[in-house]
């Protein structure tokens, strides 16, 4: 596929004015509010994954509503001090699969959470075990549409509520460095983790690739590819409903989110993304940390010939290094 976005020269000052509903923050610190259980795990249990050099077990903590949430927890054999920790969110469609399958991150040093996505699991992967009971509200039938009519029905609503909460979990977790936490995702995940970022105001760094739900309005005019092809599949069916539709997805918008950040930022993306367009992440960058005064340290990289994949091993390879630097690892302890 083409590049059919934004020439990079534009993309490198692409900032766009964002749409805000007026009741934005006090829309999500309610949210939040709700779900602020102060006893947020409900278990921890280790399981034999057949890793000799990862030790791991099946977390389930708190998320919206006080649903229970899974999630994998895992930290390299015989390493006694608190380590950082990444919470990593999984992508679209995805659930947290199998123990053994995301080992980048506990294989580099850090303690390494990863939520499974409610209610998702069933296109790609190896399965999730998160229900989402809360998912009876007009929309669907993809998690994207689930509930759009309306921002307090709407499947992301909860969705970033319990990615909010796995930070509060994981900081609960032995072993854990609560103070050095970073979030990381590529595409739902991106989002997810950029919509942390906007939401935690203490986390130690954010690593996106590939963001969802960033620019939302001009990705659903640009591409019918899932998830955004969801959204417009909907809306071609419920004639009428878009004022509604869109209403409800200010209230996700990853810009929104990136505005309100301080922690330094990592970013990814392919110029060829069909499936979110590279717009939205770079409207996301240059908007970051803007409302906050923070002046918070970024960077994006961006890869021509790369479509939702990004720049796969190779940026993996730059996050590490990025993230050693960010959170002064110096020397891993033994």
């Not at 490198?12 to 709700?34: A, G």
């Not at 919470?87 to 053994?100: I, S, T």
């Not at 340290?297 to 990025?322: C, F, M, S, T």
Request: charged residues 20%; proline residues 9%.
């Amino acid at each position: 596929m083409p590049a059919f976005d934004l020439p990079p020269k534009e993309l490198e000052r692409y900032r766009p004015d964002v749409q805000e509903p007026p009741d934005f923050d006090e829309f999500w610190r309610d949210t939040l509010k709700e779900a602020a259980d102060p006893d947020v795990l409900v278990s921890v249990r280790p399981v034999e994954s057949g890793l000799r050099l990862t030790d791991t077990w099946d977390v389930t903590f708190r998320g919206f509503a006080g649903d229970p949430v899974r999630a994998w927890y895992s930290r390299p054999v015989g390493v006694r001090p608190a380590l950082p920790a990444v919470v990593e969110y999984a992508g679209y469609g995805r659930g947290r699969g199998l123990p053994h399958e995301r080992l980048t991150w506990v294989n580099a040093g850090y303690a390494h959470l990863l939520m499974d996505n409610r209610g998702q699991g069933d296109q790609y992967g190896n399965g999730g075990a998160t229900p989402d009971p809360h998912a009876s509200a007009p929309g669907g039938p993809g998690p994207a549409a689930r509930g759009l009519l309306d921002p307090r029905d709407y499947h992301y609503r909860r969705l970033i509520t319990d990615a909010v909460r796995a930070v509060t979990a994981v900081r609960a977790l032995p072993g854990v460095d609560g103070g050095r936490v970073a979030a990381v995702g590529n595409s739902q995940g991106g989002g997810l983790a950029l919509a942390v970022a906007g939401l935690v105001p203490d986390l130690a760094a954010v690593l996106v690739t590939a963001p969802f739900l960033c620019g939302i309005r001009r990705a659903l005019d640009l591409t019918d590819a899932s998830p955004y092809g969801e959204i417009s599949a909907y809306l071609s069916v419920h004639r009428g409903t878009e004022e509604a539709a869109y209403r409800t997805l200010s209230y996700v918008e990853g810009i929104s989110f990136a505005r309100r950040a301080t922690a330094p930022a990592h970013f990814g993306v392919g110029l060829r993304d069909t499936v979110c367009p590279p717009s939205g992440a770079y409207a996301a960058f240059h908007h970051y940390g803007e409302q906050t005064g923070a002046d918070p340290r970024k960077e994006i990289h961006a890869y021509p010939y790369n479509g939702h994949e990004g720049g796969d091993a190779v940026h993996v390879r730059r996050q590490l290094d990025w993230l050693v630097e960010v959170l002064g690892v110096s020397q891993w302890p033994g």
